[in-house]
Structures are given as C-alpha cells and as structure tokens.
C-alpha cells in the first residue's frame, strides 16, 4: 500500500520542534562548553577515537568497513541530534497514529503533551550524557558512522574530579568505539537490532484508550503494592504480552552490548587511560544517584539501563571466569546465539547452549 502523503495524513501525533525546544531549555547551557578549554575538544577526540578504534578491533577483532568520525556536540546539538533519531525510528508508527481520526481538542493537546514529555526527558538526558554511537545516523547515511561526544558534560567532569582530558577523553571513547564496532564489525547485528524495533512499532497500536488503560492498571498495581514498572522502565506498562517478549529480547541484547562494551574499555584501559580506576568509580556512583533523582530515572527506563551494565558485566565476567575472554565472541555468531534474559544471570548455560550449537 502506498505511503500517505502529508496532507493525508494530517499532523504528526508528537510536536517534534516543542520537543527540541522545550529539550534545549531544560538541557541549559554551561559555559564550560564556550571556554577555551573547548577548543582542545575536537582534536583530542579526533585523536583518541582512532586510537580506541585500532585497540578495539585488534582485542575483539571486530572491524568496521569505514573509520569513526568524532563530532563533539553541545547539549543543544545532541538534542537536535537525538531528535531527528526518535523522529525517523517513529515514522511508522507516526504514520499510523497521524492517520487516525481524533477529533476534538484532545488531538492538538495531546501532540503538545507528548512533545512536552519528550523534551523533559531528552533535556534532563542531555544534561548526563557523555558520548553515544547513533545507530540511527549510520543507517541515514548522514553523518556516517558518527560517535558523538557532549563537550560541557565532559569538561564539566574534568574540572569537578581533575581528571586528565585526554586520559578520560580516551576513556569515554574506548566505551562508545566498542559500541560501534559491536554494530558495524558483526554483520548481522545492525539489521538483527532494526527488525526486533521495527517489530516491536508494528505491532504497537496507537490509541489514546489503550494509553488510558495502561495508566490506570499501573494505578492498580501501585494499590497492590506491586511496582508496575519493572525493568521494562515506563515502556512496559503499555505493552501487550507480545510486545514484552520483543522487549526482553532487546533487553537481554541491551544487557549483552553495555557489559561487553565496559568489559572491552575496562581491559583495554588498565594499559591505555592512566586513572581508570578512579573514573570508573566516579561514574558507578553518578549512576547509581538516589532521591529524587533516581525516582525520574525510574519512570523513564533510565534505571533499566543502568541495570544493563550490572548484568551485562555480570555476565561477561562469568563466562571469562568459565571459558576466558574469548568466549564471548561466541555471541556475535548468530541471532540464536545471543543470551536470552535467563541466560544472562546464567552464563555456564549460555555457554552450553552455544556449544551445542556448534556440535549439533
């Protein structure tokens, strides 16, 4: 069936451009990023992602076909960036949900509120983050294969720990370059990664009454005493069975990325980042921040991500402990070779199922 025009399909069911603004103000600005210490910034990275790439591919022998591209960003920047992600990843879903007729002063009310939602959550991220390998980017073709660096979030860090820049430059880009080499040096992985998404928005359903019923069964759940958040994050609770068997899915694959992605940067930066084991210590205790602070990265799914890097090494030191650090490179064979969620809180079963694989 041939895609709606624009006109048929009426307005976006989510204000992208109140999303960025509302982002970008909530986000800030430090004026850390407009110093002269920014100026060092893209030359460092430039230098230390090259760097990082080599060390990476020759420790896993995962080897992307192009070179990364180092783009250091303001808060502002990565929210624009980040923006135009969700923006293209949602398109089905938004072609759907734009296609149905809400009538009513609900329809350009709700576009508002979910807009306004979106860019408090995308701001408060913004004012945390500090690099990221964007999939969606790569798939456009528009800044190939670029891995992005928040200069204020970093220099911010810098200055309050005094850490050296380049050693925590090198640091950060020894993470986000194994995330990279994850998706574009296994060859499946990336379009493995785009189908369980896509799966997962086609079989959403875009309706404001289900949203309404979600709502109130997480209601429910509260009254029971039941946390009706889970580690699903705030995704969960609209999801229908199936969906959550595609969520465990990526959960589980999430999970298996983070702990290798730490187990990499962590074994390559005993030789290369002078400081590492202080770094590390710093940024367990900001993610694991408490209060307030902790309930939003509840409500948001950010706590499920955090978790992901505790399971996710869990895992990845248990099968070096049981078959050595090589193992693991087992995963990268196949979709059916991945670690199941169960899988990841028993790594000695993972690694027979795998073995099986390959003798049967």
Known sequence: MASMTAE??????????????????????????????????????AEVTAEAEAAVSD??????????EAVVLDRGGWVTANIGSMRRLLAPLSERASGMNYDGILAPIGRSVAGAELGLLLGYVAQ?????????????????????YVGPNILALEKRFAFRPLDFRRWIALHEVTHRAQFSGVPWLRGYFTAQVGDLLASAE?????????????VNEVLHRRNPLNERGAV??????AQRVILDRMQALMSLLEGHGNAVMNRLGADMVDGQERMARVLQ????????TAILQRLIGLEMKMRQYEVGEAFVDGVERLAGFAAIDA?????????????????????????SLVTS
């Open 128 to 148: 945390r983050v500090l690099g990221q390998y964007d999939l969606m980017v790569a798939d456009e073709g528009g800044d190939a294969d670029a891995v992005y």
């Open 206 to 218: 875009p309706d404001l009454r289900r949203v309404v019923g979600a709502v109130a069964n997480g």
């Open 8 to 45: 048929q399909r009426g307005p976006e069911p989510i204000d992208w451009a109140l999303a960025e603004r509302i982002a970008s103000r909530v986000a800030g600005r430090d004026p850390l990023g407009l110093s002269y210490l920014g100026s060092s910034m893209l030359r460092d990275f």
């Open 236 to 241: 969960g609770l609209f999801a229908t069975p």
């Open 59 to 68: 420790l896993t022998g995962l080897r992307p076909e192009f070179k990364a």
């Open 331 to 355: 995963a990268w064979r196949a979709p059916e070779c991945l670690p199941t969620l169960a899988e990841l809180e028993d790594p000695s079963a993972w690694l027979a199922r795998v073995d």
């Open 285 to 292: 205790a900001r993610r694991n921040a408490r209060g307030a």
